[in-house]
């Protein structure tokens, strides 16, 4: 926010960090190889600590870089706690954008190209369409 709390302003030093992680996961880089990049030029987390592949990946799934407020609801849960549910409703233009959406969809793709773990040899139809409401990744089988 500005200083008459009217407006948001991008602070271009922690701006110009987040578009070196994009740009360096656009050159093909995967978040191991950003994280040590980025420790070994010195560069911090805005709150201070190092950057961790976990800090990584949120930076780069953070539809705000874009400018973008998705709505959420509110819950309260049994034992008292709030949790926020994301919603389909999208203010776009919302924040400064400092992430083209071309740059933020082409990160978003080589996320969803990345293998991970094993897969299961069973092909089944339904393979790949329910996401978690919490956290939007893809539900998997469980024999458990």
């Known amino acids: 926010m500005n200083a008459d709390k009217s407006e948001y302003e991008v602070i271009e030093e922690k701006a110009e960090v987040v578009r070196k992680v994009f740009q360096m996961k656009l050159d093909g880089m ?20 190092w950057f961790n592949v976990g800090t990584v990946r949120k930076y780069l799934k953070n539809e705000r870089v874009m400018g973008w407020l998705r ?6 849960t049994d034992d008292g706690r709030t949790e926020r549910h994301p919603t389909n409703q999208v203010i776009k233009d919302y924040y400064p954008a400092i992430i083209s959406e071309e740059d933020f969809n082409a990160v978003q793709m080589s996320f969803k190209k990345m293998t991970s773990g094993k897969r299961s040899k069973i092909a089944t139809p339904l393979r790949g369409l329910m996401e978690c409401p919490k956290c939007g990744r893809v539900m998997t089988l469980s024999n458990k």
């Open 30 to 49: 995967g978040a191991d190889s950003i994280v040590r990049s980025l420790r070994k030029q010195g560069i911090k987390t805005s709150s201070g600590r």
């Open 71 to 76: 709505k959420s609801t509110v819950v309260y």
